[in-house]
């Protein structure tokens, strides 16, 4: 069976500081990938999305960044952290149609 | 551009209330739509899912009916239970991407 990791859980960053978060995804071969923000009352915010590796779209210009190194490795990046980058980070993978999330990674920034 | 609108929240039901979340959307040819709900603290999970014109997906005692006439895929449970408590989220996949877009999501709190 599939299964998806993101790591780490939770993450305290202060402002200015560099970023990294991690996905795996298990059990398949070539998934599409997404990464989700999701801030505190509000939605989840499509950020990157992959079809294969080093295939990155980007949904929002912000300054976040997005690799895919391997093809079931996602890692999302920053160089320098902002108070609004503090949010519920979600991976997620799918095959073409339903998407499957990980457990996601709380980030704060102070 | 294509998008999806939720009720606002919070919806706050007695146990075996009947529980209606709606959601309607805007998009160009037959997107695929969803349910996701997400537990306290977790990731999100599908609740159901419906590809096209009049399909009805159900999971759980939930149900939504994809309805274009009116771009409707609003969700329904006959009767809550305390742990239906989550927050619930209206997504839809545009016909030939593989891009989602999820409303803004609506919180459901069902009390005993």
């Known amino acids: 069976s599939q299964t998806i990791h993101q790591w780490p859980a939770t993450l305290v960053q202060p402002v200015g500081s560099p970023l990294s978060l991690e996905c795996t995804v298990e059990?398949?071969?070539?998934?599409?990938l997404y990464w989700y923000r999701q801030a505190a009352g509000r939605g989840l915010q499509l950020l990157f999305y992959s079809v294969g590796i080093g295939q990155i779209s980007s949904e929002v210009p912000q300054n976040l960044s997005a690799s895919r190194p391997q093809d079931r490795q996602f890692i999302l990046s920053s160089k320098k952290l902002l108070l609004s980058d503090s949010g519920f980070y979600l991976c997620a993978w799918g095959p073409g149609g339903e998407q499957f999330f990980g457990p996601g990674t709380r980030l704060t920034v102070l | 551009g294509d998008s999806v609108t939720q009720m606002e929240g919070p919806v706050t039901l007695s146990e075996e209330a009947f529980l209606t979340i709606n959601c309607t959307y805007t998009?160009?040819?037959?997107?695929?739509l969803f349910w996701y709900v997400q537990y306290p603290g977790e990731g999100l999970q599908l609740l159901l899912k419906a590809t096209k014109a009049d399909d009805k997906g159900s999971n759980k005692g939930f149900e939504a009916t994809y309805r274009k006439e009116t771009t409707s895929f609003h969700l329904e449970k006959g009767s809550v239970q305390v742990s239906d408590s989550a927050v619930y989220f209206c997504a839809l996949t545009p016909s030939g991407t593989y891009k989602y877009i999820f409303g803004t999501g609506t919180r459901l709190k069902v009390l005993a």
């Open positions: 998009a160009t040819g037959y997107p695929s």
């Open positions: 059990g398949t071969s070539n998934p599409n």
